[in-house]
């Protein structure tokens, strides 16, 4: 018994040794599991010294697995995923009555906590953690028990169930809005023979989300003729930043309905072009693998995939 208890991995080691498999790079493990190269390569190392075998081979700029390794890997993964599994269980007990919910800072500040007291009073049961982060989060590791994430949009126009996601919303658009007075303030300058959309927009701040090609890919689209790189720019990398800028009468947002319905609907911002742009990403719930969809997250899920439909067929 004994003599076998050294041959046992650690859950760390078990971990390591799972995601360079996987990933065939101990660098994209290390990116994985939030830990740094050496700490993944020493794992590795420390198993194939315990084992006295070699776990993986050079193929290229990658690792591949060895016989040795392929042979026990399934088993490895199943125990790791087993423990993780009991891990998230406990923790689950331990924080019976929290909610945790992954979001993107910009969702919740727009949308989910206007209308947070009103899940809070329908479910008074469940305490609610907002984890808001523009990272990727893994579930698991960090006891979340529900996830909004921007995924490619599904080949369906029905919401579905697949597995651990759910599709609330199947597809989106992105549009132009900016504030009344902003529009005046451009619009008064116009003679009667300008092509206002294209004069307008030639004179505007075209407000933009970091590390994104929207506006590139609005002027591609319905105004193929007219220069787009000499814009002026103003940049955020959240669209909450962009939408409170586009409110405050700053230029031109392009943004997704979810969210600009709110303040369309209180008359904060305009919509003066019909063009819109098909979002080829849209926000969908996610549970952990190893759970799925909980009681309390199926509520909130029901709950907020409903608000989000409701603010949707206001467009």
Same mark, same amino acid.
């Given at each position: 018994m004994s003599a076998s208890r050294r041959f046992i991995p650690t859950l760390q080691e078990a971990r390591s040794l799972d995601a360079v498999s996987r990933l065939n790079s101990v660098s994209a493990a290390a990116r994985e599991l939030n830990l740094s190269q050496p700490t993944v390569s020493y794992h590795i190392r420390k198993l194939e010294e315990r084992w006295n075998a070699k776990l993986f081979r050079a193929k290229g700029r990658n690792l591949e697995p060895t016989e040795f %390794?392929?042979?026990i890997? +399934?088993?490895? /993964?199943?125990v790791t995923h087993q423990?993780?599994?009991?891990?998230? *269980? =406990?923790?689950?007990? @331990?924080?019976?009555?929290?909610?945790s919910i992954g979001i993107a800072p910009s969702l919740a500040s727009i949308v989910l906590q206007? /209308? %947070?007291?009103? #899940? *809070?009073?329908?479910?008074p049961e469940i305490n609610v953690r907002l984890c808001?982060?523009?990272? #990727?989060?893994? *579930?698991?590791?960090? /006891?979340?028990? =529900?996830?909004? /994430?921007?995924? +490619? &949009?599904?080949?369906s126009k029905e919401t579905e169930v697949n597995g651990n996601t759910l599709v609330p919303l199947p597809s989106e658009y992105m549009r132009v809005v900016c504030s009344p007075n902003y529009l005046a303030s451009l619009t008064g300058q116009l003679q009667p023979s300008d092509n206002s959309d294209a004069r307008v927009l030639s004179q505007a701040q075209l407000i933009h989300e970091d590390e994104t090609v929207h506006w590139a890919n609005y002027f591609a689209t319905y105004l193929a003729g007219y220069p787009f790189e000499s814009r002026p720019r103003l940049t955020f990398n959240n669209a909450d930043m962009i939408l409170q800028a586009a409110i405050s009468g700053q230029g031109f947002a392009l943004l997704r309905d979810i969210y600009v319905m709110d303040a369309l609907r209180r008359g904060e911002l305009i919509e003066p @072009?019909?063009? $819109?742009?098909? &979002?080829? $990403?849209? #926000?969908? #719930?996610?549970a952990p693998e190893a759970i799925g969809f909980t009681q309390p997250a199926s509520s909130f899920v029901a709950w907020f995939g409903a608000e989000l439909k409701a603010l949707l067929s206001q467009a």
């Open positions: %390794l392929r042979a890997i +399934p088993e490895v /993964r199943s423990l993780e599994h009991i891990g998230h *269980l =406990v923790g689950s007990q @331990y924080h019976q009555k929290v909610l206007p /209308r %947070l007291a009103a #899940f *809070l009073k329908r479910s808001a982060a523009n990272r #990727f989060v893994d *579930l698991e590791e960090e /006891r979340i028990d =529900v996830a909004l /994430r921007l995924l +490619p &949009c599904p080949n @072009y019909a063009s $819109r742009l098909s &979002c080829e $990403r849209v #926000f969908q #719930f996610v």
